[in-house]
């Protein structure tokens, strides 16, 4: 069962009185990734006669930490290498895409963030992916000084869909679940953000449309569609 965005008229919010703090997920949220590292997966396979479709990328990959991404390959297409090498191939092929320019955008990122800013809310970034790569989102795009914290994949030991990652940022912000609220787009995202207690929005991907969104707190079409939901008081 996937989540049907809400309309207007009959939705649920996720953000109340008592919300303080907005805690946003990195890739396919904030960025528009999953597309990049889909083709770079590719590429990293074709040398192991193994053609990725995008269904299975859609299924097994979109969302899961690049460790994980590397342990189902092995195991679902039988290639003969380890995982954590296969992990240390994806993880270069990251740093050198990083080293010429960041992710793109999703589309209304930048205008959320500074909006959210604007009207007084503790802004965190909490990923399954890594710190460098929200580095650069941050540096390149202007948004650093918006940002109070950042939780990457290196930051915990059990990363998304576990939900230490969230538990960490409440920690370093000082706040509880019941004053955050997660947005995410991806099923093991949002998994993490409700198993750390917190109300969590979805603004589901192509690649992840036909994610089981359905434990959310409310979905929406699009960024947009969000802040001129919630966040236009």
Same mark, same amino acid.
């Given at each position: 069962?996937?989540? $049907? @965005?809400?309309?207007? &008229?009959?939705?649920?919010?996720?953000?109340?009185?008592?919300?303080?703090?907005?805690?946003?997920?990195?890739?396919?949220?904030?960025?528009?990734? /999953? &597309?990049?590292?889909?083709?770079?997966?590719?590429?990293?396979?074709? *040398?192991?006669?193994?053609?990725?479709?995008?269904?299975?990328?859609?299924?097994?990959?979109?969302?899961? @930490?690049?460790?994980?991404?590397?342990?189902?390959?092995?195991? +679902?297409?039988?290639?003969?290498?380890?995982?954590?090498?296969?992990?240390?191939?994806? +993880? *270069? &092929?990251?740093?050198?895409?990083?080293? *010429?320019?960041?992710?793109?955008?999703?589309?209304?990122?930048?205008?959320?963030?500074?909006? !959210?800013?604007?009207?007084? %809310?503790?802004?965190?970034?909490?990923?399954?992916?890594?710190? $460098? &790569?929200?580095?650069?989102?941050?540096?390149? %795009?202007?948004?650093?000084?918006?940002?109070?914290?950042?939780?990457?994949? /290196?930051?915990?030991?059990?990363? *998304?869909?576990?939900?230490?990652?969230?538990?960490?940022?409440?920690?370093?912000?000082?706040?509880? @679940?019941?004053? !955050?609220?997660?947005?995410?787009?991806?099923?093991?995202?949002?998994?993490?953000?409700?198993?750390?207690?917190?109300? !969590?929005?979805?603004?589901?991907?192509?690649?992840?449309?036909?994610?089981?969104?359905?434990?959310?707190?409310?979905? %929406?079409?699009?960024?947009?569609?969000?802040?001129? !939901? /919630?966040?236009?008081?």
């Amino acid at each position: 069962m996937t989540l $049907n @965005p809400v309309s207007s &008229s009959a939705r649920q919010l996720a953000v109340s009185d008592k919300t303080t703090t907005l805690l946003f997920d990195h890739d396919g949220t904030l960025i528009d990734s /999953e &597309s990049v590292h889909f083709d770079l997966w590719k590429d990293i396979l074709l *040398k192991y006669d193994v053609e990725l479709s995008e269904d299975f990328y859609c299924e097994v990959m979109a969302g899961i @930490p690049v460790k994980q991404n590397a342990v189902d390959l092995v195991e +679902h297409f039988n290639i003969s290498i380890a995982p954590q090498q296969l992990a240390q191939q994806k +993880h *270069k &092929s990251i740093s050198d895409y990083l080293d *010429k320019q960041a992710f793109p955008l999703m589309p209304f990122a930048k205008e959320t963030i500074e909006h !959210c800013a604007n009207k007084g %809310y503790t802004i965190g970034i909490v990923t399954g992916g890594s710190k $460098n &790569s929200v580095e650069k989102t941050l540096s390149q %795009y202007g948004l650093s000084a918006y940002i109070s914290c950042v939780v990457a994949v /290196e930051d915990v030991e059990n990363s *998304k869909p576990a939900p230490d990652c969230y538990a960490l940022a409440m920690d370093k912000l000082g706040k509880i @679940p019941g004053e !955050c609220v997660a947005i995410e787009d991806t099923q093991t995202g949002m998994t993490a953000a409700l198993a750390a207690n917190l109300a !969590c929005v979805v603004i589901p991907t192509d690649l992840s449309k036909h994610h089981d969104l359905s434990g959310a707190t409310v979905g %929406y079409k699009s960024l947009k569609d969000w802040v001129d !939901c /919630e966040l236009v008081f």
